[in-house]
């Protein structure tokens, strides 16, 4: 039996992955994605599509000719010190290149290879599955040129989400094709909870393709009994994470009534404080993680652990000298103090998630989300006390709760704004109501005043329609899903004002540093937002010309006007004076990495012609002011964070 699993992470492999009998697709994929051959056709295929202007290509020519470092800048990604900026040029520049795919693959979605939701029709499906296409291309060859498939009849794939399914019914119909008499398994034993999978062993196309399904499960009779206390180390370079979760029972408050994430669990075991139990499991952690040599990181997968647990391991982290950063999600608390956040934080601790939903009493209530009314000042203390201490508070808000009127909304919103602006690196999940089977509004609909529509009585376990009788005016399910967007969108760009473009490029790259794990990373490594840098610059200083920058950003024109450029570090338009545009344009197209900044423009000035001895006074002062503009441009970009730079002397 073969193993075929697909972790999301790019560049990093779970540990055995390599082993003869487990296929890594997610790593091969991505490798394939961004190797430097596929990007070249990529990026061919696009100029002869959409006949983009010189600079544009020009600029898809930089990437190339930059792959290597930044394929190396990923690689590097955990060294120390960690060079935030660079990792985010990086992300970047693989989010562009993802991003051009997607225009050429207009099937899939903006960051992965997915793209089958099982409301299409079985038709499109198989249509979908049987084109060619870059995806199909890159499966064809993982197909006649891995050994992996070699002697063998038995395959099983292991996934973690719904829309893996393309994958899935991609390759299990190619193997079909090319192998006689094999037999291929689906394992949802470690599916996302959220969803419902049981429709997968019904399903007439997923019949075709697929013999046994495994662990299939969610129906209030049949629960998933997969063992999820399973530790993961994930290993790159030098550098270990461990994924675990603290106990394998229902989060210790399990009454939210949206909530169907502790259904799963066949015994009503949860962990409310720091008994003996808890004591326990965190003892062996600590000799866990004390055996594992080169541990750098922790993340707890449990939904809510409870403060005075956390406090408890923390202070264990301390007395055993263990030097790791942590991450996870608890329930606001008192016990959040600044005395106690001083502690988490001291052991490590820097991603810490609460599930704050909304800040409306009345909402909360409805959901049954706190165990006593937290105001939202005393709200704003706890996110206050994690900031001052060097914790990245991370909230889950929800908005869209049944009944909840656009003046409930907003207020949530609101306070979610205003705690972006005011903490250090302050993030969030804007969800947007949904319907689950096995929660209480599902359950008991005439308490929340809505009639459920379910067009999938037997099969789907979210997402299912309602219509809200209660009295307000509310956002619609279109609108709910834009502010979603626009608020994600906000975690990238400083603007009050985001027009459409920007929110959805904003979500996009949301959804890739997500689904990708690199958001939570950043949030372990990171003291302060590297979306948002602020730079103060009146400061300007020319003594940035001397240090060196080992690469520049993408300034990419894709439309045809003369001095607007898009930059793909930030997704902004710059526009630049007319004046400077010519040497501008040369600059970033020979920037040589090796030598300094000012070097680097002096030979643009050397190539212009530009002196200041020049004898003409007319043209002294023509070129000193060109001189200037452009010098002082360049530095303001680097100092905007619009240029990349690394700051190190050589
Ligand atoms: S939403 Fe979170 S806190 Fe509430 S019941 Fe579910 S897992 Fe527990």
């Known amino acids: 039996m073969k193993k075929i699993i697909m972790p999301s992470t790019f560049g990093k492999q779970k540990n055995g992955a390599k082993s003869a009998n487990t296929l890594d697709l997610g790593s091969l994929f991505w490798e394939h994605i961004f190797a430097k051959e596929n990007v070249k056709f990529l990026f061919d295929k696009y100029i002869s599509t959409y006949k983009p202007t010189d600079e544009f290509r020009n600029y898809l020519d930089f990437i190339i000719a930059n792959l290597d470092i930044t394929n190396a800048i990923k690689d590097d990604l955990f060294s120390v010190p960690f060079e935030e900026k660079r990792s985010l040029y990086c992300f970047k520049v693989y989010f562009f290149i993802l991003s051009i795919f997607n225009k050429i693959n207009k099937n899939c979605t903006i960051t992965l290879p997915y793209g089958v939701f099982f409301k299409h029709p079985i038709e499109d499906i198989e249509h979908f599955i049987a084109n060619k296409n870059i995806i199909s291309d890159i499966f064809d060859k993982i197909l006649s040129s891995n050994r992996f498939f070699k002697d063998n009849n038995k395959y099983i794939f292991k996934i973690h989400w ?18 006689d008499n094999i037999d291929i398994s689906v394992d949802l034993g470690d599916v996302n909870e959220q969803v419902d999978f049981s429709f997968w062993k019904t399903h007439p196309l997923l019949n075709k393709y697929i013999d046994n399904f495994e662990n299939v499960y969610y129906d209030d009779s049949s629960q998933n009994e997969s063992d999820n206390s399973n530790s993961i180390v994930i290993s790159s370079n030098n550098y270990k994470k461990l994924v675990t979760r603290l106990f394998d029972t229902r989060c210790f408050w399990s009454k939210c009534s949206f909530c169907s994430i502790n259904s799963r669990f066949t015994s009503e075991k949860k962990v409310e404080n720091l008994d003996e139990y808890a004591v326990q499991n965190i003892d062996k952690l600590i000799a ?220 996009n790259f949301w959804d890739f540093l997500d689904r990708t794990g690199l958001f939570y990373e950043h949030k372990l490594v990171n003291s302060y937002n590297p979306y948002l840098s602020k730079v103060n610059i009146d400061k300007l200083s020319d003594g940035i010309l001397d240090q060196h920058f080992k690469l520049l950003p993408l300034f990419i024109t894709s439309d045809n006007s003369k001095y607007e450029y898009y930059n793909i570090l930030n997704e902004r338009r710059i526009s630049i004076n007319e004046n400077i545009k010519d040497i501008f344009i040369f600059f970033v197209t020979n920037f040589n990495p090796n030598i300094t900044l000012r070097e680097n423009i002096n030979i643009c000035f050397h190539k212009f012609h530009i002196t200041e001895n020049n004898q003409d006074i007319t043209h002294v002062t023509k070129d000193i002011y060109k001189k200037n503009l452009f010098e002082k441009y360049v530095i303001k970009l680097i100092k905007d964070s619009l240029l990349y730079s690394s700051v190190k002397n050589k």
């Open 288 to 507: 866990n993680i004390k055996e594992t040599k080169d541990l750098s990181y922790l993340i707890f997968t449990d939904e809510a652990i409870e403060a005075s647990v956390l406090i408890y391991f923390a202070e264990q982290l301390l007395k055993h000298k263990i030097d790791i950063k942590w991450s996870v999600r608890s329930r606001f608390s008192d016990r959040f103090t600044i005395d106690n956040c001083r502690v988490l934080a001291k052991s490590g601790a820097r991603f810490l998630g609460f599930g704050l939903e909304s800040v409306n009493q009345r909402i909360l209530k409805l959901m049954n989300k706190r165990e006593k009314e937290y105001s939202k000042e005393e709200l704003n203390n706890i996110f206050e006390n994690c900031d001052k201490t060097g914790i990245n508070a991370h909230a889950y808000f929800m908005i869209g709760f049944p009944s909840e009127t656009k003046q409930e909304t907003d207020e949530t919103i609101e306070f979610i704004d205003y705690q972006l602006k005011n903490r250090k690196y302050f993030t969030y999940s804007a969800n947007v109501f949904y319907l689950m089977k096995g929660s209480d509004v599902y359950k008991h609909p005439e308490k929340y005043n809505i009639k459920i529509n379910d067009k999938y009585e037997d099969s789907k376990l979210s997402d299912i329609s309602f219509i809200d009788n209660n009295p307000g005016e509310k956002y619609t399910r279109n609108e709910l899903a834009y502010l979603s967007r626009k608020a994600y969108a906000k975690l990238f760009f400083k603007e009050e004002d985001l027009d459409y473009a920007t929110v959805q490029m904003g979500y």
């Open 162 to 179: 719904e829309n893996e399914s393309y994958v899935v019914l991609l390759l299990a119909h190619k193997m079909r094709k090319k192998f």
